[in-house]
């Protein structure tokens, strides 16, 4: 196995050194990407294909589907709402201890998703920070309700669109807004008439891995809005249950999220090859 050379790259005019590829690294990459791809070979050769369409239509499925479509579609308008600006005061502004806001606004990334259910609950549950104040004030209750599932998607999903923007805003030219501000346009014209359309692809990327990262939540959704059918039991839930009892439906609803991914990557592949 050998490798071929060029003359340079598109950045750094670099070659590709001309040899044989060393096994020290190609078996480890081999073997990395089984270790990825075989699991979801496996899903697919165990899928009831038969009676897919029969399973897909089952009442139950069908609840699911259309409940982790609608709160996923509603998350993410949250968090349209709430993270394009966001985003916008990060990359726009010079903000005090910026890096810190920056930090908080990503934790959720990495925070196990159980963590960010329980964290919700004691800010927005019925004796929570918010939630008693909530309850007492207005009488809403958000915990085990399908406003809660949706509270639970957008905490989790919504770093994915503000990362996304910030990083279009930043790559976008600022001297068309800088010319719009010369010509007597006030901020709030700038931003809707020219910044909007300029980070609008940045917006959209972002919106569609917000929307999967909600439709594939879990962790914090079972644990701030319970597993009720029709009211809180998405699709991740409606897996996990279906794994004690009907296997073959549990296969099902994965092979839907599966398929969800690939279109998503699919969308999203040419602008993160041209980016690169």
Request: glycine share 8%; net charge positive; proline share 7%.
């Amino acid at each position: 196995m050998t490798t071929t050379s060029r003359s340079g790259s598109a950045r750094g005019g670099g070659r590709v050194v001309a040899g044989r590829l060393p096994w020290v690294l190609v078996v480890p990459a081999l073997l990395g990407l089984a270790f990825l791809v075989l699991p979801l070979a496996g899903l697919l050769i165990r899928a009831p294909w038969p009676t897919l369409l029969q399973r897909l239509s089952e009442p139950q499925i069908l609840e699911a589907l259309r409940l982790s479509v609608v709160t996923a579609t509603i998350a993410t308008a949250v968090c349209l709402l709430l993270g394009v600006p966001l985003a916008w005061l990060l990359a726009r502004v010079d903000l005090p201890g910026k890096r810190v806001v920056r930090a908080l606004v990503t934790v959720p990334l990495v925070l196990p998703p159980v963590v960010g259910g329980v964290a919700l609950l004691l800010v927005l549950g019925r004796r929570g920070l918010v939630g008693q104040w909530l309850e007492s004030a207005f009488g809403v209750t958000l915990p085990f309700t399908t406003a809660g599932v949706v509270i639970a998607e957008a905490f989790v999903a919504m770093p994915f669109l503000v990362i996304s923007v910030e990083g279009a805003l930043r790559a976008a030219d600022q001297r068309y807004e800088e010319a719009a501000a010369t010509l007597g346009a006030s901020r709030w014209t700038v931003f809707r008439r020219v910044t909007l359309p300029l980070v609008a692809p940045g917006i959209v990327a972002g919106a569609v891995l917000c929307w999967a990262r909600a439709l594939g939540e879990f962790g914090a959704t079972i644990t701030f809005a319970g597993n009720f059918p029709g009211t809180t039991r998405t699709m991740p839930l409606a897996v996990y249950l279906a794994l004690e009892t009907e296997p073959e439906a549990a296969i099902v609803l994965s092979l839907v999220l599966l398929a969800v991914s690939v279109v998503i990557l699919a969308s999203l592949r040419d602008r993160w090859v041209n980016a690169a």
